[in-house]
């Protein structure tokens, strides 16, 4: 594998090219081992090169955002991980933003508002990147953000950058297709509008306040870990409102610990790391909230974040 490494230095520059990083710096959770190989790449040809460089290799890929959905084992992540950096943003057309996956959602709501363009603003203090947003498609007091966007250029497995209309990205809650086909996104457009600024920095005011609010934001986490119950699929008892945080709270597991992992006192689908956690403390405790919901409601949790690292195929390991 120095021949791998070689060539991405060739390609990329030494300093730019890391060999056994370790990832937890670039998570939320602030936990989890190294990857054999870390590159930050700024726009779609960066990508292109770096993901020839790997199928020709026979290295595997994995993509990283913000990093903020992401539960990365204590063993690391095999292979090279691209963490996506290109920040560019820019009106298309007179009613359309399109965003590289790596700009940060907080990055491209501060633009817009800047812009006087309304739609985005109440995305205000979503964690994380575009990309991030499309592949698990981000939600928020019931709204889905693929609500906005418009089309999503994007890298197939075979190195074909294409641009795909929304209606085709398959976007449901929690899921867009990025987690079957294992595509890339390179960059969103989100739908717009005219929007006076003040008014629309007040919409992003209040979304930050409800945050504050309603989610432990002063712990290291990774977000909401179970996705909410499908009424279509899960049948929740009587009396216990349809969401993850409501049956694990009502299984009697806030605050339950295992090593430095915690269910959070303030929001039961919130896990946080409450000080030198490990993956697998993390993992302990996430099985233990699926076994206890399972066997006292009969519901089976599914989860909201990502792992990687844990051997099986990530959702969008190439
Ligand atoms: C405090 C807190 C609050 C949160 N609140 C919300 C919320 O309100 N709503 C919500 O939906 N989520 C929330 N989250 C979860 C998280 O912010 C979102 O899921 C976010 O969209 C993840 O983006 P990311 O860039 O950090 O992705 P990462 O965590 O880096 O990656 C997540 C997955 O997306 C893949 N991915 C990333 N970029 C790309 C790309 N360009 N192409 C293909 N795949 C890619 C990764 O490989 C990985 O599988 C919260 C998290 C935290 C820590």
């Not at 020839?52 to 290295?59: K, P, R, T, W």
């Not at 063993?75 to 790596?102: E, F, H």
């Not at 693929?146 to 795909?164: D, I, K, N, W, Y």
């Not at 209606?167 to 086909?181: V, W």
Request: proline fraction near 5%; charge should be neutral; glycine fraction near 12%.
């Amino acid at each position: 594998m120095t021949d791998f490494t070689a060539r991405l230095r060739q390609a990329f520059g030494d300093e730019r090219v890391r060999r056994d990083v370790p990832l937890a710096p670039f998570t939320t959770f602030k936990l989890g081992g190294p990857a054999d190989w870390l590159l930050e790449v700024r726009g779609a040809e960066e990508l292109h090169r770096a993901l020839e460089l790997a199928v020709e290799a026979h290295v595997p890929v994995t993509v990283l955002g913000g990093g903020s959905n992401v539960l990365v084992a204590d063993a690391g992540v095999r292979g090279l991980v691209i963490r996506m950096r290109g920040r560019t943003v820019q009106l298309a057309t007179p009613t359309l933003v399109r965003a590289d996956a790596g700009l940060a959602i907080n990055g491209l709501v501060r633009w817009t508002i800047l812009h006087g363009l309304a739609g985005l603003e109440a995305w205000a203090g979503t964690p994380g990147t575009v990309g991030g947003a499309v592949f698990g498609n981000a939600h928020f007091r019931g709204r889905l953000i693929s609500e906005l966007v418009e089309a999503v250029r994007l890298f197939t497995p075979s190195g074909e950058l294409m641009e795909v209309p929304a209606i085709e990205m398959g976007f449901d809650y929690d899921y867009s297709r990025l987690q079957q086909t294992r595509e890339i996104a390179v960059s969103a457009d989100f739908r717009v509008s005219s929007g006076e600024p003040a008014a629309l920095r007040e919409i992003a005011r209040e979304s930050l306040a409800f945050r504050k609010r309603t989610q432990p934001l002063e712990s290291a986490s990774a977000g909401c870990v179970f996705q909410n119950p499908d009424p279509a699929r899960d049948r929740v008892p009587e009396g216990i409102p349809p969401s993850a945080g409501a049956l694990v709270d009502r299984a009697g597991l806030k605050d339950a610990r295992e090593g430095g992992a915690r269910v959070s006192p303030a929001h039961a689908n919130f896990i946080v790391n409450d000080g030198g956690a490990s993956a697998r403390d993390i993992r302990a405790l996430i099985d233990r909230c699926k076994r206890t919901v399972k066997e006292r409601f009969g519901v089976e949790l599914r989860e909201e974040i990502v792992s990687l690292g844990f051997g099986g195929e990530s959702r969008n390991t190439w």
